[in-house]
T-cell receptor
């Protein structure tokens, strides 16, 4: 199968601090990864597309200076929430696109709570 | 992106088949039909996808209408672990478009 991991699975931080979330594709290489956010009782909202070796593409309304994305290798993308505030508390989910199966595979998610 | 319409919720009994419908009347000829499911507090899980022909895998079957304006995800024997939100998503792979747009999906409840 295709496995995508996320770390950490949950994090609690103080308002104003930055938090980094890692997304790894464990058994395949992914030139394209995605970051989603999901609020309680809502569907997943795409935040950005992460492309290996180039800048991320952000969806409309997502602040690129607040949500920093780095895709430095074919198996790792990171999302850094800078100067986090309580309204950034959410479930953050990444996915990796596998070319040979034309399928996105999702990580287990990271629960961020900002106090 | 072409839209899909799914019932908000459905209920099933354990060990019975489940048919989850999806309408996509504005589907284009190059749109693939993808199904994902999301268990509580987890990331989505790929279930199945297809273009025109019916598809089967170890998890489910996908039945696609001849005019492609609707499709049905079939779970042959529901278990309690199948309780999840099921998302039907259209994606046109042309132009290296790998994005998925999630709707509200169908919340499947499985009764013991």
């Amino acid at each position: 199968g295709a496995v995508v991991s996320q770390h950490p699975s949950w994090v609690i931080c103080k308002s104003g601090t930055s938090v980094k979330i890692e997304c790894r594709s464990l058994d395949f290489q992914a030139t394209t990864m995605f970051w989603y956010r999901q609020f309680p009782k809502q569907s997943l909202m795409l935040m950005a597309t992460s492309n290996e070796g180039s800048k991320a593409t952000y969806e409309q309304g997502v602040e690129k200076d607040k949500f920093l994305i780095n895709h430095a290798s074919l198996t790792l993308s990171t999302l850094t929430v800078t100067s986090a505030h309580p309204e950034d508390s959410s479930f953050y989910i990444c996915s990796a696109f596998r070319q040979d199966t034309d399928t996105q595979y999702f990580g287990p998610g990271t629960r961020l709570t900002v106090l | 992106d072409a839209k899909t319409t799914q019932p908000n919720s459905m209920e099933s009994n354990e060990e019975e088949p489940v048919h989850l419908p999806c309408n996509h009347s504005t589907i284009s000829g190059t749109d693939y039909i993808h199904w994902y499911r999301q268990l509580p507090s987890q990331g989505p899980e790929y279930v199945i996808h297809g273009l025109t022909s019916n598809v089967n895998n170890r998890m489910a079957s996908l039945a696609i209408a001849e005019d492609r304006k609707s499709s049905t995800l079939i779970l042959h024997r529901a278990t309690l672990r199948d309780a999840a939100v099921y998302y039907c998503i259209l994606r046109d792979p042309r132009g290296s478009n790998y994005k998925l747009t999630f709707g509200k999906g169908t919340l499947l409840t499985v009764n013991p």
